[in-house]
């Protein structure tokens, strides 16, 4: 399994981004798909992910309401689209592959390079 992640770059706050991650599996009905931020110094995060199969979502606390993940399963693309962007959105996002719909970042087995994204004025 293979991910590719893209669509970073620098906005202001306030702002609207929207990441991609195109997937090759096998199978992909097969997986959850995550999106996880890492910040230097700091504990990766879950923000948000969805099930290739049933399109169950899940997203974390802190992005509720602004940040929502998507796919399109003929494109095996993932999508995060974050609005109302902030300072502390600022980190580099990574998508992830499990067999399993969760959160939980160590049960996540296959990693996309990371893409940042920065919010700054």
């Known amino acids: 399994v293979q991910l590719q992640a893209s669509g970073g770059g620098l906005v202001q706050p306030g702002s609207s981004l929207r990441l991609s991650c195109v997937i090759s599996?096998?199978?992909?009905?097969?997986?959850?798909i995550g999106w996880f931020r890492q910040v230097p110094g700091k504990e990766c995060e879950g923000v948000a992910g969805?099930?290739?199969?049933?399109?169950?979502?899940w997203s974390a606390d802190s992005v509720k309401g602004r940040f929502t993940t998507s796919k399109d399963n003929a494109k095996s693309t993932v999508y995060l689209q974050m609005n109302s962007l902030k300072s502390e959105d600022t980190a580099v996002y990574y998508c992830?592959?499990?067999?399993?719909?969760?959160?939980?970042?160590?049960?996540?087995?296959?990693w996309g390079q990371g893409t940042l994204v920065t919010v700054s004025s």
């Open positions: 969805i099930s290739m199969r049933l399109g169950h979502t």
């Open positions: 992830a592959a499990s067999s399993d719909w969760t959160k939980n970042a160590p049960l996540y087995d296959y």
């Open positions: 599996a096998r199978t992909l009905d097969y997986y959850g």
